[in-house]
């Protein structure tokens, strides 16, 4: 089962501005991946290739934490 995901957004945080909030609230869908998650419980998948899609999204996520790390230790050498 799925965790439960209160995905909100209040009028404060965004001075009352609509707009604002609407696109806040599309920001926090899709870090919560809820429509993702919606659109790969549409139709059954295999739990083998449900273990390889989330092996790829972990490589993926490893990649871009790599690539985050080395471009900070770039620019502090650029410091020095």
């Known amino acids: ?3 439960k995901i209160n995905t909100q957004v209040t009028s404060r945080e965004c001075r009352g501005n609509h707009e604002k909030m609407i696109r806040k609230f599309m920001k926090k869908v899709k870090k919560n991946r809820i429509i993702e998650e919606i659109k790969d419980r549409k139709y059954y998948k295999k739990p083998s290739i ?3 899609e989330k092996r790829l999204r972990a490589a993926k996520k490893r990649l871009r934490e ?3 790390i080395r471009r900070a ?6 410091r020095n």
């Open 50 to 52: 449900v273990k390889k």
């Open 73 to 78: 230790q770039e620019r502090r050498n650029r």
């Open 66 to 68: 790599q690539q985050k």
């Open 1 to 3: 089962m799925a965790k």
